[in-house]
């Protein structure tokens, strides 16, 4: 049952003079329940060491593996090698971020960027007393702010939106949607003034073209097409 | 030569070392935090099921309180916990957990009237107070009198780490990443920084600080089979081992957690055991009541994580290609329950191993098996964070060894302990940086620097045949197979000279590419040697301990030895060419302690050889105790008599509760 | 002196970031809203053809005002036009701001669209190319019958498809505003959230299927009307320049 693999890599060290994107071809065996992780740590461990990638908590949790397989950025621990029934795989590194060494990217940059951009931080002027009971918040409100909470960086929907490639000061998808979640967040006090300070330009919301790529593609299903949707209709009407 | 000043430096960016980043940058300081990556994709993401603090809000935890615990935390420890530590802890976490919802962590909250929830395999219903709604609400983990573990769904960790990293960029910490502490720089047993490598252009560096923290987290990668991300190789414990002076605690104190999946490893979250999940055998027969028939699943996690291979070499493991499992069923709480709070879970479970936990009967089983967890062991401190024996070297979190999980930590007690630890060691740290003056040379700096680079040179230089992947692959599975869940002398002894080969061979491997940058088998060239006087200081001092005792099980020493062994494990490297670590020991103070050892309420009684201090003690706390009460006291002013403990900023002050006065 | 500091300083005079990119992204979602629907309406009346000529008369009269203007008067048609003429040039410019506007962006555009294989973003990339497209086509047609207002009719519509060559242009144009706009419907919806409701996702679906549909139903319409034209233009080639008189007053007339 273990049948031949070949993953193709797209290599490249921006770093060295000498280097020329190419692809280079790894032929191995598949073991059952291979993933992406296991696959490229066998290939640098037994036949090219010298393969760059990012890989931290291989369980889908971190956001560090994003890269792009088969023309689709996915999370590369959670890509099953076994869904791919003729057993190729052709792997680039996500685009949209500055290129580190084949697939490592750097994706932590752009997020801080981003963050920062959109000040992805509650903003209250009221001190909260630890040693006093915490403010109640509704228990369905916590949990909607959790379920916008839930992004993990990865990048994938930015490296899936073609606006945020063709316009690298697009705050993305993940931008828009840390504002969406701290405009839902009782705990913020910004207002929708203030969101527009942040976003309201052709960076921000009014750059998102509703390709969907991004609602199509985030490994953790954020409700993204809906929320886009919500902030645009929210910073539209701003006077 | 590129030298970086700063006030305070801190090595490791998960939760601790963000919030003691915090610390710092709010007293005023020029901080950098360094990190191996991105912030947020810390190890810290990965906790799913919660943060321990007792706030008492929802209905099954009424009533808790910090007594209690503390004293959860010390019976978890196996009595092997530094107690004033521990207090100072559990007095800090309501606070903790309340400065991070100020931050933006969206705590799942209580919501009022009732609900069906399954516990002990049995449905019950649970009406929480109108008055308690919207308050932080708790889940049930292993170990614990009350429901103390707060969380967001199963995604704790993350939201937690993202509250604290949005809130160190908000301060303008300065943090960089893909940066690597490989040493630290010290003379005059003061600790000044650290030599960096970017391991994006491999070029060193030096930090200089007035005093440096590290909270790099664990080292579980030791071991092949855990539940810890691929970075967690315990190099800055390693790094401050290789002072020669700094001294790490209790490096055989590691824990195993009972359900990883099967084959990956990636942890499903306790809360699987805590909402009410069981476990099943190859007959698909709930056995833990029968070895723990009070806390069951829940006993803590080297309870049944033991159990569980024990009922394995009875011959009730499930039979797979990966070895025998054991099936944990969660599907029992059902499909609207898992995907509410258990949705990481079920996706985990979905995509690693194509099973739908929800689906009712064995459809829906999945496969687990213990496999390392967490390290209690780490660098040893005192109780303000600070080396016993370097000065000026912090460390908290997971890294250290600040001693309140002794020899197992309750689950939910390390992402406390982070940020708890972040408050309270950071605030000593930026104190140290605000007393103390830099006062080193640059020739110090350069020896420093030189040395590091002269090592990576002899790397890249060396001819010999070895693979540093298959010595390092040697080692976890040694680590896994001999000094595992189950330990003895014999195999102890021969880990410790495998160990020892392992370490001499690292002087005769070959790297390919002779490249300084992006070369990832460099990386791991001067990165396994240190993981092997990590394993070195873990096998060594789990041979000489010749007890059993929280998560350190010897099957030829199996009871708790009170009498001998009521100490803590010490090691050090004091010379670069050793292939040993130094072993010593320090005393717990039975007659300092708030609670003398006794028995730990699960596992098998009268597995503990007494000190005869214990009860001495005892019979001092429980006089005071009554004389107190008497006296009209209440529990703070007994406890402050009993035990004193100190704390920095406001985090001596009470925490105020529902229905507490 | 606002714009000259907003224009320099990114900030209007009271501090705060300008509103006009909100208006800019509102105005673009209205007129091209108007223009899906407006087309809608002008398919009709084209393929009104396809009832009958007299019937294709009728509705040209009643647009040039005839309820109003005895006979109707073709300055109606002519206003209405540049109307539309100026709701397209809005948007037309609007949309510009989205196109690639430079070699990188349009390299990085295509090989994205073509590696990642992801239809929302393979339908912009249509809409965007049509809508280039139609900044020419749009512009020729809308002059023409703007200027010729007078010309539109069974015969005099038949001639300019088929003896004035304008059918090439039309079987592009149609291709173009087919496409173009259903697609701009659907992102319209989507991009407002319009029909969310509890299932955004499904809502997606079912919007994706009636976005198609109507594409196939006006581009059937579209051609068949077209082939009707061409087939009495050709008919119709010798004697280019009569205009059409309806049954009814040939009757008359008799
Ligand atoms: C799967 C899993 C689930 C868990 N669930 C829970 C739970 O539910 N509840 C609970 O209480 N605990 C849980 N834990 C334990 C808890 O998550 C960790 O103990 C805790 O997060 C450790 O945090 P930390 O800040 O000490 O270290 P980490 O978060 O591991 O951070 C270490 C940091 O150090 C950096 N670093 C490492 N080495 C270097 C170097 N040489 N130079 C520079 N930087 C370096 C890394 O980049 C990283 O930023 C869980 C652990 C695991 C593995
Ligand atoms: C010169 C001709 C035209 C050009 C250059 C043009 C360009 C564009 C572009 C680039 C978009 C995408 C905007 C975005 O993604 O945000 C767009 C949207 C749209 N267009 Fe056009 N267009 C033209 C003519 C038309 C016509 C004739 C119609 C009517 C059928 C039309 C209907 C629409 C609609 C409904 C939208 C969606 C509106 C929105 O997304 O806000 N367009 N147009
Ligand atoms: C008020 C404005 C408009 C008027 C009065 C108008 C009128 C007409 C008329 C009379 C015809 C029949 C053919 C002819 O006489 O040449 C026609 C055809 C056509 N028009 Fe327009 N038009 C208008 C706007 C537009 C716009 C904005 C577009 C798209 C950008 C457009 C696209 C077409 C196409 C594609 C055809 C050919 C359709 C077919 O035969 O199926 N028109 N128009
Ligand atoms: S929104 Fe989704 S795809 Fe984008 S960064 Fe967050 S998790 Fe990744
Ligand atoms: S893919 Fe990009 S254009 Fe908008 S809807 Fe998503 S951000
Ligand atoms: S390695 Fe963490 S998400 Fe893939």
Redesign the interface.
């Given at each position: 049952m273990s049948r031949d693999i070949t993953i193709s890599v797209l290599k490249f060290n921006p770093r060295d003079e000498d280097s020329k994107p190419e692809f280079v071809e790894y032929n191995l065996k598949e073991t059952p329940g291979m993933t992406l992780f296991i696959a490229l740590t066998k290939i640098r461990e037994e036949i090219d060491a010298d393969l760059s990638f990012d890989f931290v908590c291989r369980a889908g949790i971190c956001g560090s593996c994003g890269m792009v397989v088969n023309g689709v950025p996915t999370l590369a621990c959670r890509t099953l090698i076994e869904n791919y029934p003729d057993g190729k795989l052709q792997l680039i590194p996500m685009p949209a971020f500055e290129l580190i060494k084949d697939l490592s990217v750097n994706t932590g940059k752009w997020m801080d960027n981003m963050s920062t951009k959109v000040e992805s931080w509650i903003v209250s002027n009221d001190e909260v007393d630890i040693t006093k009971i915490e403010e109640k918040m509704d228990p369905d409100t916590a949990d909607a702010v959790f379920e916008l909470d839930r992004c993990i960086e990865c990048g994938i929907c930015v490296a899936s939106c073609a606006t945020a490639l063709m316009r690298p000061d697009f705050v993305g998808p993940a931008g828009l949607n840390r504002i969406a979640r701290f405009s839902i967040d009782p705990r913020d006090k910004r207002t929708d003034d203030d969101f527009y300070e942040l976003i309201g330009d052709d960076n921000g919301i009014f750059g998102c073209m509703s390709l969907l790529s991004c609602e199509d593609h985030c490994p953790k299903h954020l409700p993204l097409q809906n929320k886009i949707a919500y902030l645009r209709r929210k910073l539209v009407s701003v006077k | 030569m590129k030298i970086t000043y700063c006030d305070a430096l801190i090595i490791g960016g998960g939760l601790a070392g963000l919030r003691a980043s915090l610390a710092a940058q709010k007293k005023g300081l020029n901080t950098i935090v360094l990190s191996l990556v991105p912030v947020k994709r810390s190890h810290s993401a990965a906790a799913q099921g919660g943060m321990q603090a007792s706030l008492g809000n929802s209905k099954m935890s009424e009533g808790d309180n910090e007594d209690l615990h503390f004293s959860d935390t010390v019976k978890g420890s196996d009595w092997g916990c530094d107690q004033e530590v521990a207090r100072m802890f559990v007095h800090t976490a309501p606070k903790a957990i309340r400065e991070l919802a100020g931050w933006g962590v969206p705590w799942t909250r209580v919501r009022e009237g009732s609900r069906e929830a399954v516990i002990n395999a049995k449905k019950t219903t649970i009406t929480e107070d109108a008055d308690r709604h919207g308050l932080i609400m708790s889940r049930d983990f292993g170990g614990t009198k009350k429901w103390r573990t707060c969380y967001t769904s199963d995604a704790t960790g993350h939201t937690m780490l993202f509250s604290v990293a949005n809130e160190a960029l908000k301060n303008e910490v300065d943090i960089r990443d893909r940066k690597e502490a490989i040493s630290l720089i010290h003379e005059n047993e003061r600790c000044y920084g650290a030599i960096v490598r970017d391991l994006i252009t491999g070029e060193l560096e030096a930090y200089i600080s007035k005093a440096t923290c590290i909270s790099t987290g664990g080292y579980g990668r030791i071991y092949k089979q855990t539940t810890n991300a691929v970075i967690c190789e315990g190099m800055g414990a390693a790094i401050a081992l290789e002072t020669g002076i700094a001294t790490l605690g209790n490096m055989e104190a590691v824990q195993f957690h009972p359900t990883p999946i099967v084959p990956s490893g990636i942890l499903l979250t306790e809360g699987c055991r805590g909402d009410g999940g069981i476990l099943r055998d190859v007959d698909g027969h709930r056995f833990m009541p029968d070895y723990e028939p009070e806390k069951k699943e829940l006993a803590s996690r080297d309870v049944v994580s033991r159990r569980m291979i024990e009922h394995i070499r009875n011959g009730k493991g499930v039979p797979s290609p990966y070895g025998d499992h054991i099936w944990l069923d969660i599907s029992i709480l059902g499909r609207e329950h898992i995907e509410k709070n258990l949705r990481d879970v079920q996706e985990i479970c979905k995509i690693f191993n194509g099973i739908d936990p929800a689906e009712e009967g064995p459809k829906g089983w999945v496969p687990v098996l213990p496999m390392q967890h967490y390290s209690m062991g780490g660098i040893r401190t005192k109780k303000t964070g600070e080396s016993q024996k370097l000065s000026g070297l912090f460390s908290c979190g997971e890294a250290a060894c600040w001693d309140m999980h002794g020899f197992n930590r309750l689950g939910g007690n390390s992402v406390s302990e982070t940020v708890v630890a972040g408050m309270i060691v950071g605030n000593y740290f930026a104190d140290y940086c605000i007393d103390n003056e830099l006062d080193i040379k640059t020739s110090t700096i350069d020896k420093f620097l030189a040395k590091e680079e002269k090592n990576i040179n002899t790397i890249l230089s060396l001819d010999g045949d070895e693979s540093i992947f298959k010595i390092k692959d040697t080692m976890q599975r040694l680590m896994d197979k001999k000094v595992g869940i189950f330990r003895d002398g014999v195999h102890l002894g021969e880990a410790v000279v495998q160990l020892e080969e392992l370490l001499k061979k690292t002087k005769n491997i070959n790297v390919k590419s002779k490249a300084k940058a992006g070369n990832p088998e460099l990386e791991e060239a001067y990165r396994v040697p240190k993981m092997l006087k990590l394993a070195l200081c873990i096998a060594k001092g789990a041979q000489q301990r010749t007890e059993s005792r929280g998560a350190h099980y010897r099957e030829d020493f199996l009871k708790r030895d009170d009498k001998n062994w009521l100490k803590r494990t010490l090691s050090s490297w004091p010379n670069e060419n050793d292939t040993m670590p130094t072993i010593s020991y320090e005393d717990l103070d039975i007659m300092k302690m708030e609670m003398p050892p006794a028995f730990r309420g699960y596992g098998a009684k009268g597995m503990i050889i007494e000190n005869e201090l214990s009860t001495k003690r005892q019979e001092e706390v429980d006089e005071l105790r009554e004389k107190m009460e008497e006296a009209g006291k209440d529990r703070h002013q007994i406890q402050d008599a009993m035990m004193n403990f100190d704390l920095p900023m406001n985090y001596r002050e009470k925490n105020e509760r529902m229905g507490e006065k | 002196m606002s714009d000259l500091i907003e224009g320099y300083i990114g900030k209007t005079t009271n501090g705060?970031?300008?509103?006009i990119?909100?208006k800019?992204?509102?105005i673009q979602s209205l007129t091209g809203g108007f223009l899906a629907i407006f087309m809608w309406g002008h398919m009709m009346m084209v393929s009104s053809i396809l009832v009958s000529k007299d019937f294709m008369y009728y509705v040209t009269k009643f647009l040039e005002g005839s309820f109003i203007i005895d006979g109707g008067s073709p300055l109606m048609v002519s206003i209405f036009v540049f109307i539309v003429f100026v709701i397209f040039v809005v948007h037309a410019a609007l949309g510009m701001?989205?196109l690639?506007s430079n070699f990188k962006?349009y390299q990085?555009?295509k090989a994205?669209?073509k590696?990642?294989?992801?239809q929302?973003?393979q339908l912009?990339g249509y809409q965007a190319f049509t809508g280039f497209v139609m900044f020419f086509l749009g512009s020729i047609h809308l002059y023409i019958i703007m200027t010729n207002s007078a010309d539109i009719g069974p015969y005099a519509s038949a001639d300019r498809v088929w003896s004035e060559w304008m059918w090439p242009l039309y079987i592009a144009l149609l291709l173009a505003v087919e496409f173009h706009g259903t697609i701009g419907l659907y992102?319209l919806c989507?991009?407002?959230?319009w029909f969310?409701g509890k299932d955004?996702?499904a809502t997606?679906k079912r919007l994706k299927k009636v976005k198609w549909a109507l594409t196939g139903f006006f581009l059937t319409l579209g051609f068949a009307a077209l082939i009707v034209y061409m087939k009495i233009g050709m008919e119709h080639a010798d004697k280019v320049g009569e205009k059409y008189v309806p049954t009814s007053m040939i009757k008359e007339a008799k």
């Open positions: - | - | 705060k970031k300008s509103r990119p909100a800019l992204d509102y701001r989205k690639p962006q990085v555009l994205h669209t590696s990642i294989q992801h929302d973003t912009w992102r989507i991009k407002w959230g969310d955004p996702q997606r």
